[in-house]
C-alpha cells in the first residue's frame, strides 16, 4: 500500500507504526499520521519513525488506499464524519476502534473493504495478539494485504464479528491485566525483603519462561502446573491462597465485565 493515513495517533497507532517500521513492512514514507489537535505528539511520532505528518488541507486523506481508525471509541463518529467527504470509492478501512462494529462503518463512510481488528499494544515488539473480521468488499488480494500487514506486528486469528467483543476482552486488554499481575508481585516481593527490581527481573522471566513452555509444550496448562505443584510444597501452598481467595472468579469477573462493555461501547454509538 502506497498511502495509509492513520486517523488517530496515540498509543496504539504508534505501537502499529513502531512495528511495521522496525518490521520493513510498511516504509515510513508511506504512513500519515493525523490527531485532533496535539501538535507535539504528532511531531514526536514523525521524528521517532520519519513517518509524515497529515497537512491541514487533508489532501494526502484523499488519495490514501488505506485509512486507519486509531480514535477513542467516543471520538470516532465525528471523526468518521470528518473523513467521509474526503474518501475515494477505493479507499480501504482498518480499524482498532473497540467495539464499533463495521456496520457502523459501513454507515458513516459507505459500502467498501473494511477490517475491524483488535491487536494490542505488544505489537510495538512485533507481539501482538489480535482479532481481525473483514466485511464482504474486500477481495482476497486486499484480505492477504492486511493479513501481512497484521502478521508483521504478531499473530492474527480470523474471528466471526461478535466474536471480536472476547478478543477485546482477552488478548486487546490483555497485556493490561499482566502488567497488573506484575505490578502485584512487586508490592508482594518487596514485602517480604526483595528489592522492585529483583522481583521485577524474577516475575518478568518467569512468564517468559511460562509463555514459551507454553507454546512448546504440548502438554495442557493443567498439567504443566501439576509439574510445579510438589505435594504439601510451596505451590500447593500458594494455589490454595488463590483458590481462598477466588481467582478464578476475578478472572471470570475481568473477562465477563470487559467483554460486556465493548458490547455497551457498540450498543452507544
Ligand atoms: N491502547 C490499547 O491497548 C488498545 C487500543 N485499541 C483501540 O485503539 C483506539 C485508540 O486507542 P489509544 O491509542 O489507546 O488511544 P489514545 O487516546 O492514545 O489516542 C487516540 C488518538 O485519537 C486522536 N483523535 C481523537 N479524535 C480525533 C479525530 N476526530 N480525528 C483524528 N484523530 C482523533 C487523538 O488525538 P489528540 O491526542 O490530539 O486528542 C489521539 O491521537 C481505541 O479505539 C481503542 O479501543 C485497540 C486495542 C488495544
Ligand atoms: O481499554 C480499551 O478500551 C482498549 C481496547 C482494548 C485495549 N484497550
Known sequence: MQTIVFAGAGSMAEAMIQGWVKEGVVSPKSIHIMNKSDRQKLNRIADAYGVQIVSDSLDVVKVADCIILAMKPK?????????????????????????????????????????????????????????????????????????????????????????????????????????????????????????????????????????EMLKQSTEEPTELRRKVTSPGGTTEAGIKALEENHFKDAIMACIHDAEAKSRELAQSE
Request: negative net charge.
Open 75 to 211: 471520538d470516532v463518529i465525528k471523526g468518521m464524519e470528518a473523513l467521509a467527504p474526503l474518501l475515494q470509492e477505493h479507499t480501504a478501512v482498518l480499524s482498532v476502534v473497540a467495539g464499533i462494529s463495521i456496520a457502523t462503518i459501513e454507515n458513516s463512510l459507505g459500502k467498501r473493504p473494511i477490517a475491524r481488528v483488535m491487536p494490542n499494544t505488544s505489537a510495538t515488539i512485533g507481539m501482538s495478539a489480535s482479532g481481525v473480521s473483514f466485511n464482504e468488499q474486500i477481495d482476497a488480494s486486499l484480505k492477504q494485504d492486511f493479513m501481512t500487514m497484521l502478521e508483521a506486528i504478531g499473530t492474527v486469528i480470523e474471528v466471526e464479528e461478535d466474536k471480536l467483543h472476547a478478543v477485546t476482552a482477552v488478548s486487546g486488554s490483555g497485556p493490561a491485566y499482566l502488567y497488573y499481575l506484575v505490578e502485584a508481585f512487586e508490592q508482594a516481593g518487596v514485602k517480604y525483603g526483595l528489592s522492585r527490581e529483583v522481583v521485577r527481573s524474577l516475575a518478568v522471566q518467569t512468564i517468559a519462561g511460562a509463555a
